[in-house]
């Protein structure tokens, strides 16, 4: 069974341009998550998606939006990019996004320049 | 708000040594609390899930208890070896429509475990 895919492994980007990040999920799972891991904030929760909906939200600005397709694969973008947005992105799947644990994926390091 | 906090921040302990990592939330309301370890780098992988009914789950060398009435789960590492030194993250999904997804996290402890 395949596990939760995650595209690129690494990004170098420069301060101002945008970038989109893609995650499978295993196959039936229809939650997806996604968080931002950094050493001073540790991991983040920026949005879940499930069956095509985003379902939650977490306190992150605009720029940072996802989608999730009817096939349940997701993808994230972050807009205007910023230094700060700097970090490892790692995004879970899930079958239902509550009582079922979830799997995390090798994530996408994102190096802004 | 439900806040996940783990002690130590940090262990170093000699190959073979049992371990106990401990892990303490605020709010008792929650579907699961889940372990999970993290490598230097890498993605994090799931080590024992324990669903709210439950007090206890175990694989291999690992146990993992959950006293939800008081707040704390600990992860129990038996017969420690250098394969084992990475960083622990304990995690709880809070109950409700508006947490679904929404795993808090703990800031870890890392482990180095000695040969």
């Known amino acids: 069974k395949a596990g939760v895919t995650q595209t690129p492994r690494y990004l170098i980007k420069t301060r101002g341009q945008q970038v989109t990040l893609s995650c499978s999920p295993i196959s039936g799972h229809r939650s997806v998550s996604w968080y931002q891991q950094t050493p001073g904030q540790g991991l983040q929760f920026l949005f879940e998606y499930f069956s095509e909906t985003q379902r939650n939200k977490g306190n992150f600005p605009g720029r940072f939006s996802g989608r999730q397709f009817s096939n349940s694969r997701s993808e994230m973008n972050v807009s205007t990019l910023e230094l700060g947005d700097s970090a490892l992105y790692l995004c879970?799947?899930?079958?239902?996004?509550?009582?079922?644990?979830?799997?995390f994926g090798s994530g996408t390091r994102l190096t802004v320049v | 708000k439900q806040e996940v906090t783990q002690i130590p921040a940090a262990l170093s302990v000699p190959e073979g040594e049992n371990l106990v990592l401990n892990c303490s939330f605020t709010d008792s309301a929650i579907y699961n609390l889940q372990w999970f370890r993290q490598d230097p780098g890498k993605g994090l992988t799931s080590l024992l899930l324990i669903q709210s009914s439950q007090r206890e789950q175990t694989s291999g060398r690992l146990n993992a208890s959950l006293d939800k009435s008081s707040g704390r789960s600990t992860l129990y590492i038996a017969a420690s070896q250098p394969g084992d030194s990475a960083t622990y993250l304990c995690a709880v999904v809070p109950n409700g429509s508006s947490n679904t997804g929404k795993l808090i996290f703990g800031q870890g402890t890392t482990l180095q475990v000695k040969p």
């Open positions: 879970a799947s899930s079958s239902d996004g509550t009582v079922y644990g979830y799997t």
